[in-house]
């Protein structure tokens, strides 16, 4: 649970327990969904929203909550591989989604603290300071407000661009209103319930794992990871990434008021939250794909290394993590699913920036629910196709998958349950097949099979966040083996401690 969660909580709703219908179905109650839910019932359409957890559970609710254009070095990298027009409509649609947000805020009178501040990325070696003059370049092509600044003093860096105009905000406080605004106007929500497929009909029908059915003219699907493809094999589009915030209580605050991303490797995210009337700073980055890397522990001792060389730490609040989807060319995949599915949409690949690029989302969303123009729709079709980067992307990244799957299988691992701590996690072999354990607080072993139920990849332990992590398309397990994030819909499969017991869990790969 982050911060955000435990400042501020949302109410709770009940399960789908029976079928039902409206104009439009959507799958997933994190920032998309629910504006889309929002923008929709003040429209006058009738709306059923659900989620497979809580409302904002997911990467919503573990976001820095910057509400920003500046997504990282993009814009000249948007230039070269689209055009300046894709480009510059990017940049506007960020800016209309920030726009959107401040105009909700003013009319519901939302008290989410909203503060309008500079957002600023800055390079710390020589390297990433001709990246940023690029990058500048790009802002002045495209006309973007935009300032050169030698960087700021606390970061020993050496270069900054600094947009303007840009704001910072509580996720949950603002995304509760909306969900106020919605229930009161008509609109359903419903929690712990888990879409598992889609009808193909006129009229699609959402399924349920409990096996109701919820029917809609639309649907709109945000669900992070899209619970349904409909042959359009996203997870050979996407990769995900993990990426870790800290909440400190600095020993000094930095000198200027902006928010800061240093786009280097490993990335640098730095903000101010204000927290039960303390001002804490909340650090981020570290991010890698998930499952592969490093014990992810040592991501939060880097980030503490970092915080404590620059502002030093008078204590540490919070840590959290969240996982994020790129596409194979940095935009995210927005609109209509396919042509064989004309009434079905879905959102994804947010690659971090999910506060304006969710709510730009809802905005597309619903225009397409009205059948209206929408002047961005095109540029984030999930049918368009840039030839460069993405022919190369696209070998990459699947490549990478072919790697880690066949690594997993000739992973010689020799562990034992002998081997096992409290609170640890380890491998082993058993009659040839990789198994998991994990051994809680109260000494209970929980064993799994570490093949993911996807594609079958060889998951790995995540012992930052006590998961079971996929290297290959990013779903991610409990240790007690049930699905924390797709492509995968079915949960590990689980064995009785008791079964193992009294056999020796050494794998003998001789046979002899």
Same mark, same amino acid.
């Given at each position: 649970?982050?911060?955000?969660?435990?400042?501020?909580?949302?109410?709770?709703?009940?399960? @789908? /327990?029976?079928?039902?219908?409206a104009?439009?179905?959507?799958?997933?109650?994190?920032?998309?969904?629910i504006?889309?839910?929002?923008?929709?019932t003040?429209?006058?359409?009738?709306v059923?929203?659900?989620?497979?957890?809580?409302? @904002?559970?997911?990467?919503?609710?573990?976001?820095?909550?910057?509400?920003?254009?500046?997504?990282?070095?993009?814009?000249?990298?948007?230039?070269?591989?689209?055009?300046? /027009?894709?480009?510059?409509?990017?940049?506007?649609?960020?800016?209309?989604?920030?726009?959107?947000?401040?105009?909700?805020?003013?009319?519901?009178?939302?008290?989410?603290?909203?503060?309008?501040?500079?957002?600023?990325?800055?390079?710390e070696?020589?390297?990433?300071?001709?990246?940023?003059?690029?990058?500048?370049?790009?802002?002045?092509?495209?006309?973007?407000?935009?300032?050169?600044?030698?960087?700021?003093?606390?970061?020993q860096? @050496?270069?900054?661009?600094?947009?303007?105009?840009?704001?910072?905000?509580?996720?949950?406080?603002?995304?509760?209103?909306?969900?106020?605004y919605?229930?009161?106007?008509?609109?359903?929500?419903?929690?712990?319930?888990?879409?598992?497929?889609l009808?193909?009909?006129?009229r699609?029908?959402?399924i349920?794992r409990?096996?109701?059915?919820?029917?809609?003219?639309?649907?709109?699907?945000?669900?992070?990871?899209?619970?349904?493809?409909?042959?359009?094999?996203?997870f050979?589009?996407?990769?995900?990434?993990?990426s870790?915030?800290?909440?400190?209580?600095?020993?000094?605050?930095?000198?200027?008021?902006?928010?800061y991303?240093?786009?280097?490797?490993?990335?640098?995210?730095?903000?101010?939250?204000?927290?039960?009337?303390?001002?804490?700073?909340l650090?981020?980055?570290?991010?890698?794909?998930?499952?592969?890397?490093?014990?992810?522990?040592?991501?939060?001792?880097?980030?503490? $290394?970092?915080?404590?060389?620059?502002?030093g730490?008078?204590?540490?609040?919070?840590?959290?993590s969240?996982?994020?989807?790129?596409?194979?060319?940095?935009?995210?995949?927005?609109?209509?699913?396919?042509?064989?599915?004309?009434?079905?949409?879905?959102?994804?690949?947010?690659?971090?920036?999910?506060?304006?690029?969710?709510?730009?989302?809802?905005m597309?969303?619903?225009?397409a629910?009205?059948?209206?123009?929408?002047?961005?729709?095109?540029?984030?079709?999930?049918?368009?196709?840039?030839?460069?980067?993405?022919?190369?992307?696209?070998?990459?990244?699947?490549?990478?998958?072919?790697?880690?799957?066949?690594?997993?299988?000739?992973?010689?691992?020799?562990q034992?349950?002998?081997?096992?701590? $409290?609170?640890?996690?380890?491998?082993?072999?058993h009659?040839?097949?990789?198994?998991?354990?994990?051994?809680?607080?109260?000494?209970?072993?929980?064993?799994?099979?570490?093949?993911?139920?996807?594609?079958?990849?060889?998951?790995?332990?995540?012992?930052?966040?006590?998961?079971?992590?996929?290297?290959c398309?990013?779903?991610?397990?409990?240790?007690?083996?049930?699905?924390?994030?797709?492509p995968?819909?079915?949960?590990?499969?689980?064995?009785?401690?008791?079964?193992?017991?009294?056999?020796?869990?050494k794998?003998?790969?001789?046979?002899?």
């Amino acid at each position: 649970m982050s911060l955000w969660e435990e400042d501020y909580n949302i109410p709770s709703f009940p399960a @789908v /327990t029976a079928d039902d219908s409206a104009d439009v179905i959507i799958v997933g109650g994190g920032i998309t969904g629910i504006t889309a839910a929002y923008l929709l019932t003040k429209a006058n359409v009738s709306v059923i929203l659900i989620d497979a957890d809580r409302l @904002v559970n997911g990467t919503t609710g573990h976001t820095t909550a910057k509400i920003t254009a500046q997504h990282g070095l993009i814009y000249d990298e948007l230039i070269q591989h689209t055009d300046k /027009t894709k480009a510059r409509l990017h940049y506007e649609g960020a800016t209309d989604a920030l726009n959107m947000i401040k105009e909700t805020i003013e009319s519901l009178a939302i008290d989410c603290d909203f503060v309008d501040k500079n957002a600023v990325l800055y390079a710390e070696n020589d390297v990433y300071a001709r990246k940023l003059e690029r990058e500048a370049m790009a802002y002045k092509t495209l006309n973007i407000p935009h300032e050169t600044i030698e960087g700021p003093p606390d970061l020993q860096a @050496v270069g900054g661009l600094r947009m303007p105009d840009q704001a910072e905000f509580h996720p949950i406080k603002y995304l509760s209103s909306l969900v106020h605004y919605i229930t009161k106007h008509g609109g359903r929500i419903y929690e712990q319930t888990v879409a598992t497929n889609l009808s193909k009909d006129d009229r699609p029908e959402v399924i349920t794992r409990d096996g109701h059915r919820l029917q809609g003219s639309h649907v709109i699907v945000c669900s992070h990871f899209p619970f349904y493809e409909g042959n359009q094999f996203y997870f050979t589009r996407m990769y995900a990434e993990r990426s870790y915030i800290l909440a400190i209580k600095p020993k000094q605050m930095p000198a200027e008021d902006d928010m800061y991303l240093n786009p280097e490797d490993p990335v640098r995210s730095i903000r101010k939250m204000s927290f039960r009337g303390e001002e804490l700073l909340l650090i981020g980055g570290e991010q890698h794909k998930t499952g592969q890397g490093r014990a992810t522990s040592s991501h939060y001792e880097a980030l503490e $290394t970092f915080a404590n060389k620059h502002f030093g730490i008078e204590r540490i609040v919070d840590r959290w993590s969240a996982q994020d989807l790129t596409t194979i060319d940095k935009l995210p995949y927005i609109g209509r699913m396919s042509d064989a599915h004309p009434n079905v949409y879905v959102s994804t690949g947010y690659r971090k920036w999910g506060m304006t690029t969710g709510t730009l989302a809802a905005m597309i969303l619903s225009d397409a629910v009205h059948l209206k123009q929408n002047r961005y729709a095109s540029l984030y079709s999930p049918n368009r196709f840039y030839a460069n980067p993405s022919i190369a992307t696209f070998l990459r990244e699947n490549l990478n998958v072919s790697k880690h799957l066949l690594l997993g299988k000739l992973d010689l691992t020799n562990q034992s349950l002998d081997d096992l701590n $409290t609170n640890e996690a380890i491998v082993f072999k058993h009659n040839g097949q990789r198994k998991g354990a994990f051994k809680d607080t109260e000494n209970h072993i929980h064993i799994v099979d570490t093949t993911c139920t996807h594609l079958g990849c060889e998951v790995a332990w995540n012992d930052g966040d006590h998961t079971w992590d996929c290297p290959c398309h990013g779903s991610r397990f409990s240790y007690t083996g049930d699905v924390i994030e797709g492509p995968a819909e079915t949960p590990l499969q689980t064995h009785d401690h008791s079964l193992f017991t009294n056999l020796d869990t050494k794998d003998d790969s001789s046979g002899w």
